[in-house]
């Protein structure tokens, strides 16, 4: 029988220290030299931005000040708009860009949603993708383009054939009455609704991926059918998220300002129906801030800047919560 082998002695490799004893063959002290130089660079860029908030605000504070000695809160209720004589109200075009952006989400949110839901429930793998992009691609066209598409495509045909179809139906109503002109609220709201379609959408896409399988596959183990398990399952748990992004479309709708120029018809005036023309601060501020002569007129135009600065900013920031509360940085599931 063959004598054993010795063992040869295991070599024992020296591991590198760990814990505090590695922070020097780390880093050195040029290291920590470049560290601190890059926390203080991106603490800056923070500031940079609430800096630039905090001058926004303040520049658009002191040029409307005449504006606010002149007028007080009375600005906001006058319904008078006389650069000739001084007499300064906002309220036609408070009311303009309201009913112009309810409009536009009565008009949006169904088909927003709807699409959401297709695309994440409904849509075959193949066809999700490209659905989405050209979704998508709808909020990167400029403004301008949706207004030239508007005047040549959009206002003829509400003028030769959707208002004189409304007026004869549901002109009762006092909404759809006055002669079709194609140029007014009615004209506004709808190119609005077209361009918050894809915001409202995707915000929409994206809760809807976060809400839990398991959720869908309860609901469809109770028995329930597809269309119940959507509502209940689906729908019931992202609804904060969907009014977040709900919201979001208002914030767009409140502030976009060249498309809705070009077909509003731009009268500072209250009227009932929504063939009437209309004018929203945005439009005003585009069409007479460069021709605005005189302290008070300049000033008054500054406070309806100020003031659709803070409404969107307050829009903007409730919907960014509401989403918050439904996606809490959860990760979409597996399909896009």
């Known amino acids: 029988m063959p004598a054993p082998q010795p063992v040869e002695a295991t070599k024992v490799r020296s591991l590198p220290p760990t814990g505090r004893q590695a922070g020097p063959l780390l880093r050195g002290g040029s290291g920590e030299t470049g560290d601190q130089i890059f926390k203080f660079a991106i603490l800056m860029c923070g500031l940079a931005v609430l800096g630039m908030l905090g001058l926004i605000v303040y520049e658009l504070m002191l040029r409307s000040g005449p504006s606010w000695h002149a007028f007080g809160f009375k600005f906001f209720a006058g319904s008078d708009w006389d650069p000739v004589s001084e007499k300064f109200g906002a309220l036609p075009f408070i009311y303009g860009t309201l009913v112009s952006s309810l409009l536009a989400l009565i008009i949006a949110v169904p088909l927003a949603v709807g699409v959401a839901v297709f695309t994440t429930e409904m ?29 040549f495509v959009l206002v003829p045909l509400l003028s030769g054939y959707v208002q004189p179809f409304l007026a004869k139906t549901l002109g009762w109503t006092g909404l759809f009455s006055g002669p079709p002109y ?42 329930a059918t597809r269309w119940e398990m959507i509502r209940v399952g689906v729908l019931r748990n992202a609804r904060a998220g969907i009014v977040g992004g709900i919201i979001l479309g208002l914030g767009r709708a409140l502030g976009e300002t060249m498309a809705v120029t070009m077909v509003i018809g731009n009268r500072p005036e209250i009227a009932k129906s929504l063939f009437a023309p209309g004018y929203t601060m945005a439009s005003v501020l585009a069409n007479e801030f460069s021709e605005a002569t005189g302290d008070v007129y300049l000033s008054a135009l500054v406070e309806i800047g100020l003031a659709l600065f803070l409404v969107t900013i307050i829009v903007n920031a409730l919907a960014q919560l509401l989403v918050w509360s439904v996606t809490r940085g959860q990760p979409a599931r597996g399909h896009v």
């Open 123 to 151: 849509c075959p793998t193949a066809l999700r993708g490209p659905l989405s992009f050209f979704v998508e691609l709808l909020a990167a066209i400029p403004s301008v383009i949706y207004g030239l598409w508007a005047m």
């Open 182 to 223: 194609g140029i007014g609220m009615l004209a506004a709201g709808i190119i609005l609704a077209i361009m918050i379609i894809p915001i409202i959408s995707s915000i929409t896409r994206e809760v809807l991926m976060v809400v839990p399988q398991h959720q869908r596959e309860g609901v469809l183990a109770l028995g």
